[in-house]
């Protein structure tokens, strides 16, 4: 893939989102067709320039790909149903980078869409007893990391909180956001407990939406006449799994430690480099220990930093000026494609009242169950 973008550069042309809400009658198909119209509105394109689609979905069961987007004109285009739990849309969107770097497409159509209600995990059918009732929820492993990150670096609950804080700050300046209300520290401590010290505000919500993004070689930039400096272009695409834990690295932290480094190797910079990650915070402990394992913190420091403000909007390096996953909503299979539709935002200087100044290298950073990792670095376009 690194070879690939290099000799065949890759650009975000067009994003469209449908406000991420929470579950109501609205069907799937309006969802994601609101968000694919905008992203062709968005790239100034016509359906049937679209030569290729990747659907991530969690939740709506077989072929909804095709049944949505028939809509816009049934055009012959290929289309592919991706799933890859939280990862479904970012692994959407890691698949049509490579048909565009490939050669093998032009144009290509990344979207997420999703409901709630209808997804089984795979875990409770592979023959195997849990070790626990708690084994598979993964609130209950999240509450253990934040007590020991809290007992080793002698901190208190507010530094979980005051992500929460944060993030739900910047979703309420951010129309697609499912929560668009600010929180103090003091409601994010009193809402009720989850588990350990995560309460509610500190866990996301699930809900419902899309997502898309459409991609373009730079070729295909030139002869249809598209904006250039309008599109981002994609530096790094990486996806990976998780490894047996050796030493006192939680796992799923080593492989967010592993592939965001082969992230940054492929695209040539250093995490001190980025100007903005979106990232997966389902829970605030995440949010501090990601960041961490990016190179977005020194180890120890992502609670510090939080604090004095290095990763709020106009900081070092904003982490989810979305709002992330506990402000902007989780609906799953859209979540990654969001995370870049914020980033090609972010990058164009369009992202009015939460804009990050001078935002030129970002990192989208996503996990699904499982556990895998899918990383992007998107570079803006002079």
């Not at 990391?145 to 002698?154: K, N």
Request: aromatic residues 4%; hydrophobic residues 45%.
């Amino acid at each position: 893939m690194n070879r690939l973008l290099q000799e065949r550069a890759v650009h975000v042309v067009g994003i469209g989102m449908h406000p991420y809400q929470f579950p109501s009658e609205t069907p799937y198909v309006h969802l994601g067709l609101t968000a694919v119209r905008e992203a062709l509105k968005d790239a100034g394109l016509q359906w049937p320039q679209v030569q290729a689609a990747f659907v991530g979905t969690a939740a709506l069961g077989m072929a909804a790909g095709r049944v949505m987007l028939r809509h816009l004109g049934s055009t012959g285009l290929s289309v592919t149903q991706v799933e890859n739990a939280s990862a479904s849309g970012s692994s959407a969107f890691r698949l049509a980078c490579q048909a565009v770097a490939s050669g093998e497409h032009d144009v290509v159509l990344a979207v997420g869409v999703d409901k709630t209600g209808h997804a089984r995990r795979a875990s409770g059918s592979d023959g195997l007893a849990p070790l626990s009732p708690t084994s598979n929820l993964p609130v209950a492993k999240f509450a253990l990391l934040a007590r020991r990150y809290l007992r080793d670096g002698g901190l208190n609950v507010e530094a979980l909180a005051r992500v929460a804080v944060k993030n739900h700050g910047n979703a309420a300046l951010n129309p697609y956001a499912q929560f668009r209300k600010p929180r103090t520290l003091e409601q994010v401590l009193a809402s009720p407990k989850v588990a350990g010290e995560l309460t509610v505000q500190q866990c996301c919500p699930r809900g419902e939406g899309a997502a898309a993004v459409i991609v373009a070689s730079a070729a295909a930039i030139a002869r249809l006449g598209l904006s250039r400096t309008r599109s981002p272009r994609v530096i790094a695409s990486v996806s990976t799994s998780e490894k047996l834990g050796r030493g006192e690295v939680p796992p799923i932290v080593q492989m967010v430690r592993d592939s965001s480094l082969a992230a940054l190797e492929q695209a040539g910079i250093a995490a001190s480099d980025l100007d903005m990650v979106e990232l997966h915070d389902a829970f605030s402990i995440e949010e501090i220990v990601y960041g961490e394992a990016i190179g977005v913190s020194h180890p120890g420091e992502g609670a510090h930093d939080l604090a004095r403000g290095d990763t709020a909007i106009g900081g070092r390096c904003a982490v989810n000026a979305s709002g992330g996953l506990i402000g902007m909503g989780h609906p799953i299979g859209p979540t990654g494609v969001g995370q870049i539709a914020e980033i090609t935002r972010q990058m164009r200087s369009e992202a009015t009242g939460r804009q990050h100044p001078n935002t030129r290298l970002a990192m989208a950073h996503m996990i699904g169950l499982g556990s895998v990792a899918i990383a992007h670095v998107l570079q803006k376009t002079d």
